[in-house]
């Protein structure tokens, strides 16, 4: 599956100025991050991969970091400059001091909630929209958190079932993954 989706990357033309920009999008607890490793993986080597969740501002930045993403990301690699941002730090609170840099590359996956919005869907190369049903998500999350952010992850929920509808974001992605475990 994912060779198969690589190759459709490598067959779409660039959309961010040089860059197929592929958006990993979903809820907490998809899947997202494994399948946007894996899918970076089948597409080659150096294929950088941006987690939204790195430059969150905290659990109240869930839909609002996008004009970070665009000033330190999106608008460099746009004008074939590197991008870099400062990764958030969530036990301490607040963004850390070093800058990880993002050449830019043939291929940039950005993954995370809110990462295929219709604000970037006339640059994007491709857009995946990740699913499970919620009790899966639910059970993913905990194991993945320990179950110590369960409190915080409800609200999560609830803000990505809001952005999602406006946004229609399964709607216009050009794939739909569900990660259901199958027997």
Same mark, same amino acid.
């Given at each position: 599956m994912y060779g198969e989706i690589a190759g459709e990357v490598w067959r779409r033309a660039a959309r961010l100025g040089g860059t197929r920009l592929v958006a990993v999008d979903g809820p907490s607890g998809a899947g997202k991050t494994r399948f946007a490793g894996r899918l970076a993986t089948a597409l080659g080597p150096a294929v950088p991969v941006v987690h939204t969740d790195d430059l969150l501002d905290g659990w109240g930045d869930q839909v609002t970091f996008w004009p970070r993403l665009e000033e330190w990301v999106l608008a460099p690699l746009r004008a074939g400059r590197p991008g870099r941002y400062r990764t958030y730090d969530w036990e301490a609170g607040c963004f850390g001091p070093e800058w990880t840099v993002v050449e830019p590359a043939p291929v940039v996956i950005l993954e995370g909630v809110t990462s295929a919005r219709a604000r970037i869907r006339p640059e994007l190369t491709l857009s995946v929209f990740v #699913?499970?049903?919620?009790?899966?998500?639910?059970?993913?999350?905990?194991?993945?958190?320990?179950? #110590?952010?369960?409190?915080?992850?409800?609200e999560w929920r609830r803000g990505e079932d809001a952005h999602f509808a406006a946004d229609a974001t399964a709607h216009h992605a050009d794939l739909v993954v569900d990660t259901t475990p199958h027997p």
């Open positions: #699913t499970a049903p919620l009790a899966t998500r639910v059970r993913r999350a905990q194991e993945r958190d320990g179950g #110590t952010l369960s409190a915080y992850l409800e």
